[in-house]
Nanobody, 122 residues
Framework: QVQLVESGGGLVQAGGSLRLSCAAS????????MGWFRQAPGQEREFVSAISRNGDSTYYADSVKGRFTISRDNAKNTVYLQMNKLKPEDTGAYYC???????????????WGQGTQVTVSS
């Protein structure tokens, strides 16, 4: 089973950009579909983006489509989330997750990172 560690969060002004990284341990990273979720205080965890095992298929929440880009490098055991044109409503803890299938549901993902905080000021 992989272990996941996110990085790249921080404080940014509205309109700015951040790039999140999620590094996975272990040799089985390429067997996992990967997802990004976020959670604002007092809110449920919500789907942001997901990518298939080989990176050929990507999925986005409507709220981030056209602004965020998910990618992965299986040679580096890392998945990325490039976030552009950030808005205050993008604020939250961002989590990467590994699962056996691509899904917008957090229930499908078996392994989660500890999260990285993204704060977008207006």
């Amino acid at each position: 089973q992989v272990q996941l560690v996110e990085s790249g969060g921080g404080l940014v002004q509205a309109g700015g950009s951040l790039r999140l990284s999620c590094a996975a341990s272990g040799r089985t990273f390429s067997r996992y579909a990967m997802g990004w979720f976020r959670q604002a205080p007092g809110q449920e965890r919500e789907f942001v983006s997901a990518i298939s095992r080989n990176g050929d298929s990507t999925y986005y929440a409507d709220s981030v489509k056209g602004r965020f880009t998910i990618s992965r490098d299986n040679a580096k055991n890392t998945v990325y989330l490039q976030m552009n044109k950030l808005k205050p409503e993008d604020t939250g803890a961002y989590y990467c997750a590994a699962g056996w299938a691509v899904s917008t549901s957090p229930k499908v993902y078996d392994v989660w990172g500890q999260g990285t905080q993204v704060t977008v000021s207006s």
